[in-house]
């Protein structure tokens, strides 16, 4: 199993970039997907998930700012960063389960490789 991250870059805060997550489940379908991030010096972040069902969760911080959405004809799941800041500066990670707590970071199985994200002033 796979799950390659991409999209990630450097933008000015205020900009506004689009992850992708595309996964090699065969049934993709079947997984709540997650995005995590880590900060240098900081611990690993819950930064939104999407259930199968297609439920949405978010960390406050990120809420109204950033969507999570997945395809799942494409078995891919998207995060799209609107109005970045600096503090969202870091590595995004996209992350599968099938545990129903989409906030644990421990509770995901699979993990990709993670994309950076840099946020200028």
């Known amino acids: 199993v796979q799950l390659q991250a991409s999209g990630g870059g450097l933008v000015q805060a205020g900009g506004s970039l689009r992850l992708s997550c595309a996964t090699s489940?065969?049934?993709?379908?079947?997984?709540?997907m997650g995005w995590f991030r880590q900060a240098p010096g900081k611990e690993r972040e819950f930064v939104a998930a999407?259930?199968?069902?297609?439920?949405?969760y978010y960390v406050d911080s990120v809420k109204g700012r950033f969507t999570i959405s997945r395809d799942n004809a494409k078995d891919t799941v998207y995060l799209q960063m609107n109005s970045l800041k600096p503090e969202d500066t870091a590595v995004y990670y996209c992350?599968?389960?099938?545990?129903?707590?989409?906030?644990?970071?421990?509770?995901?199985?699979?993990w990709g490789q993670g994309t950076l994200v840099t946020v200028s002033s």
């Open positions: 489940f065969r049934r993709f379908n079947a997984y709540h």
């Open positions: 992350a599968a389960t099938r545990s129903n707590d989409l906030r644990r970071d421990d509770n995901y199985d699979y």
């Open positions: 999407i259930s199968w069902r297609f439920n949405t």
